[in-house]
Nanobody, 123 residues
Framework: VQLQASGGGLVQAGGSLRLSCAAS????????MGWFRQAPGKEREFVTA????????DYVDSVKGRFTISRDNAKNTVYLQMNSLKPEDTAVYYC?????????????????WGQGTQVTVSS
């Protein structure tokens, strides 16, 4: 599976961004999709993930109520809608995929990774 993330940018605190991750190469609907992020000087951390049919999601506590993950299997794309952004959300955001039936929250669970897209939130 090849993953291409896009949609990052510079936004003021309180603003919104929508990230996209387009997949190719394998049947997209067979894969659990996740978003991770890595801030400067920090380890990469789990943000959210969604199961194959889009009915089950999981979020890290720090983004609950602000971020929403969704997927369109017909378009082979997963989205991350980010609202009420905070400066601490500044990071490179990565999408990831794993052939699985359950939502996965650990970095080592994922087999395929996109190249990352930079999100910068100014105060």
């Amino acid at each position: 599976v090849q993953l291409q993330a896009s949609g990052g940018g510079l936004v003021q605190a309180g603003g919104s961004l929508r990230l996209s991750c387009a997949a190719s190469g394998r049947p997209f609907s067979n894969y659990v999709m996740g978003w991770f992020r890595q801030a400067p000087g920090k380890e990469r951390e789990f943000v959210t993930a969604i199961n194959r049919n889009g009915y089950r999601m999981d979020y890290v506590d720090s983004v609950k109520g602000r971020f929403t993950i969704s997927r369109d299997n017909a378009k082979n794309t997963v989205y991350l809608q980010m609202n009420s952004l905070k400066p601490e959300d500044t990071a490179v955001y990565y999408c990831a995929a794993r052939y699985s039936t359950v939502v996965l929250t650990t970095e080592t669970s994922y087999d395929y990774w996109g190249q990352g897209t930079q999100v910068t939130v100014s105060s």
